[in-house]
């Protein structure tokens, strides 16, 4: 039988599985989480008490088919699951996966990648120590533990996420201080115009929320600073839109401007990119079912930056693109419908990426002491004054700076980093390239490395 395997059990990846699985086939499906859902629909530990209209909201009903539809697939044996395991790496048809136990190797005809998507951040002076963290990590511990990361909490950025993290821990009972979102309300109303011709359920509820935000939101504003000691933030900092000085005091703040593709195995596995002016980012090319060539297969938020429900339609497509490729029979009726629906959800994604803008000149005029990349604690003085070595090219200056050496391997600093080095160079982001992916994708412990969990299977 064709071995197929997937990465990823978010919306997308589980939608692929049920698709192949109808269509007699058996895929092996990774996971990092413990259990199946991706980070929007995450799952709480077995035997948590909050009930699912609680952790999702308006989105319970759809969280709750796909858990259903996934764990019925592995009740009933019809896939093959590693859940808690990392693709490392991929080389000569074979995934070499990081499990709790060491390291297996997976081999497969067909690859199907629906890794998601992660934060996409900008460097505020200050963000580099204790309790800052991602609108994802905050939202994240709040759905798996039912913690609130702080007292006091700032959420600043742009994009649905920030009200919908705000709105989440204000009904979980949350002191939120202040929502600042850098987005200037012209860009907002002009894309919401967009958002709303595309899809006006979703506009509509997303509208509400932003409402009961109330006096705690503020929009097109201006982040200064971070203050505080090593202990953590004390206030933030801000500007309004109309120029006039902030301080905000806090104990937290989550951080946070939309969404950057996880696109690190979708290199490594060979696919093609072109830079997006939409999201200010590198995006692997596929047609519209997903397909980067036969036996590759990308769909999600690591593909394009859909959202929930249009990973789910990207994961259906993906699936049936595989299919069609080795041969089986595909509805095209279904897949014509599918294609319809993405052209919509893609509509909707445009309008949102230009009601809630990448704030590139707030990135560009960083000062030089603040620090650009977390990991590795340089800033973005140190990143400037080694272009007078390495010019205008994104892994020259990795390789003087360090910048994206760190154990992000530069999915946090890449994108704030690059416009650092277009502003200094006097050229467009794009010009400055993207830093080239090596295997392990993710940190892993040296013990776990040297263990080989498929010799004792």
């Not at 997976?106 to 996409?120: F, K, N």
């Not at 939309?258 to 090319?285: K, N, V, Y």
């Not at 690059?418 to 390239?433: K, L, T, W, Y």
Request: aromatic residues 4%.
């Amino acid at each position: 039988m064709t071995r197929v395997l997937i990465v990823g059990a978010g919306p997308a990846g589980i939608r692929a599985a049920e698709t192949l699985v109808a269509a007699g086939l058996c895929p092996v499906v990774v996971d990092e989480g413990a259990r199946a859902g991706g980070q929007i629909y995450r799952r709480p530990p077995e035997g948590f008490l909050r009930p699912p209209r609680t952790l999702y909201g308006s989105e319970a009903g759809k969280a709750m088919n796909l858990h259903e539809t996934f764990d019925a697939l592995v009740r009933d044996r019809q896939i093959d699951y590693h859940p808690r395991c990392s693709v490392l790496g991929l080389q000569d048809g074979s995934a070499q996966v990081l499990s709790p136990d060491g390291v297996l190797s997976l081999p497969y005809d067909c690859l199907l990648l629906a890794p998601g998507a992660t934060d996409r951040l900008a460097p505020v002076p200050g963000w580099q120590m204790a309790g800052v963290y991602t609108l994802g990590a905050a939202q994240i511990a709040l759905k798996s533990q039912g913690v609130a990361l702080g007292r006091r909490i700032v959420l600043a950025g742009s994009g649905p996420l920030l009200t919908l993290v705000a709105s989440q821990l204000i009904a979980a009972g949350a002191t939120v201080a202040a929502v600042l979102d850098t987005a200037p309300w012209r860009a907002q109303v002009r894309g919401g115009i967009g958002m709303a011709l595309a899809r006006p359920g979703v506009t509509l509820r997303g509208l509400r929320l932003r409402i009961g935000l109330g006096r705690r939101y503020s929009a097109g504003v201006n982040l200064t600073g971070i203050e505080g000691d090593g202990s953590g933030p004390a206030a933030i900092t801000w500007r309004d839109a109309g120029g006039r000085h902030h301080r905000t005091p806090c104990d937290t703040v989550a951080l946070g401007w939309h969404l950057r593709a996880e696109t690190a195995l979708a290199d490594l596995a060979g696919a093609e990119f072109a830079w997006s002016d939409t999201w200010a980012q590198w995006l692997p090319r596929t047609d519209m079912a997903g397909r980067v060539r036969d036996g590759l297969y990308l769909a999600g938020d690591g593909m394009c930056l859909l959202g929930a429900d249009g990973a789910e339609i990207a994961g259906r497509l993906a699936a049936r693109a595989c299919l069609a490729d080795l041969g089986h029979p595909v509805d095209t009726g279904e897949q014509d419908g599918d294609i319809r629906r993405m052209r919509r959800m893609a509509r909707f994604a445009k309008a949102v990426a230009a009601a809630f803008p990448w704030p590139a000149e707030m990135v560009r005029a960083v000062p030089d002491g603040a620090v650009l990349c977390r990991c590795e604690g340089i800033t973005a003085g140190e990143l400037r004054r080694s272009l007078s070595l390495s010019g205008k090219e994104a892994n020259r200056a990795k390789s003087l700076s360090r910048v994206g050496m760190g154990r992000c391997q530069g999915r946090y600093c890449q994108i704030a980093g690059a416009e650092v080095m277009a502003a200094q160079a006097g050229c467009d982001p794009a010009s400055v390239g993207r830093l080239r992916t090596q295997p392990p994708v993710r940190p892993a412990p040296l013990g776990l490395l040297a263990a080989r969990a498929d010799a004792r299977e």
